[in-house]
């Protein structure tokens, strides 16, 4: 799609609808770790869309408190980190970069082959020679960055209205990567999806350079869902 001039590679719902997300993620159990910024809103909607859902997160404190009283069931549905990261075929690594940095050892223990490994921020994996974020060669390695908060991305979505987003694929190594994270996308309720990289994703993210176009985008999106 051109844009004022920008060409995008773009996604919608018409090209990729809910439906089809489900059935690409139907036999995935999709492991939400944090419930801060980003995880309740992505662990709602998902939740809402009738995908198979469950969060990680360290208890006690708030965050695992405000999870209890979302719905998620200690033991069931409500882990420890580790514990969800085990049991997620998709591992949503919805962290503060500090504590993906801290928490990273215990994720990788976890990330047996096949699996995916997915974030709303390029950080960690654009500056591994800092972070030491490197995930293994046999896992898929997705991003969607909704261009808003959590927090937004719920409202919206309650509203029926969806917020755009990025999507990324650093390392595809089941060869279905792509159907992962556009299924991804759509199941926490992104609008359009943008094509872009890992790198992009943060430098935009930290210069800011994307947001008159993402935001005139936005509108239109809100003007046709």
Same mark, same amino acid.
Not at 7 to 27: C, G, H, M, S, Y
Not at 59 to 77: C, H, I, L, M, R
Not at 100 to 125: C, D, M, R
Not at 187 to 196: C, D, N, V
């Given at each position: #799609?051109?844009?004022? /001039?920008?060409?995008?590679?773009?996604? $919608?719902?018409?090209?990729? %609808?809910?439906?089809?997300?489900?059935?690409? +993620?139907?036999?995935?159990?999709?492991?939400?770790?944090?419930?801060?910024?980003? /995880?309740?809103?992505?662990?709602?909607?998902?939740?809402?869309?009738?995908?198979?859902?469950?969060?990680?997160?360290?208890? %006690?404190?708030?965050?695992?408190?405000?999870?209890? !009283?979302?719905?998620?069931?200690?033991?069931? @549905?409500?882990?420890?980190?580790?514990?969800?990261?085990?049991?997620?075929?998709?591992?949503?690594?919805?962290?503060?970069?500090?504590?993906?940095?801290?928490?990273?050892?215990?994720?990788?223990?976890?990330?047996?082959?096949?699996?995916?490994?997915?974030?709303?921020?390029?950080?960690?994996?654009?500056?591994?020679?800092? $972070?030491?974020?490197?995930?293994?060669?046999?896992?898929?390695?997705? +991003?969607?960055?909704?261009? &808003?908060?959590? @927090?937004?991305?719920?409202?919206?979505?309650?509203?029926?209205?969806?917020?755009?987003?990025?999507?990324?694929?650093?390392?595809?190594? @089941? &060869?279905?990567?792509?159907?992962?994270?556009?299924?991804?996308?759509?199941?926490? &309720?992104?609008?359009? +999806?943008?094509? $872009?990289?890992?790198?992009?994703?943060?430098?935009?993210?930290?210069?800011?350079?994307? /947001? @008159? +176009? #993402?935001?005139?985008? !936005? &509108?239109?999106?809100?003007?046709?869902?």
């Amino acid at each position: #799609m051109n844009f004022g /001039g920008v060409e995008e590679n773009v996604i $919608t719902r018409e090209e990729f %609808p809910l439906e089809k997300a489900r059935e690409v +993620l139907k036999d995935e159990t999709i492991a939400i770790i944090g419930y801060g910024v980003q /995880g309740p809103g992505q662990a709602l909607n998902l939740r809402d869309n009738g995908f198979n859902v469950i969060v990680g997160q360290r208890s %006690p404190s708030k965050s695992y408190d405000k999870a209890v !009283q979302d719905g998620f069931v200690p033991g069931e @549905t409500l882990f420890s980190v580790e514990e969800a990261a085990k049991r997620g075929t998709i591992v949503q690594y919805l962290l503060s970069d500090a504590a993906q940095i801290a928490l990273w050892p215990t994720i990788k223990e976890n990330l047996t082959p096949g699996k995916a490994l997915y974030f709303s921020h390029g950080f960690g994996v654009t500056y591994n020679d800092r $972070t030491d974020i490197v995930p293994p060669p046999d896992v898929d390695v997705i +991003l969607v960055a909704p261009k &808003g908060s959590g @927090t937004s991305l719920r409202r919206m979505f309650v509203a029926g209205r969806g917020l755009n987003s990025s999507y990324a694929i650093y390392q595809d190594a @089941t &060869g279905n990567a792509f159907d992962r994270v556009v299924a991804l996308g759509i199941g926490i &309720g992104s609008g359009y +999806l943008f094509e $872009t990289t890992f790198k992009r994703e943060v430098y935009s993210d930290l210069t800011g350079e994307r /947001g @008159t +176009l #993402m935001g005139a985008i !936005q &509108g239109i999106f809100e003007a046709q869902y």
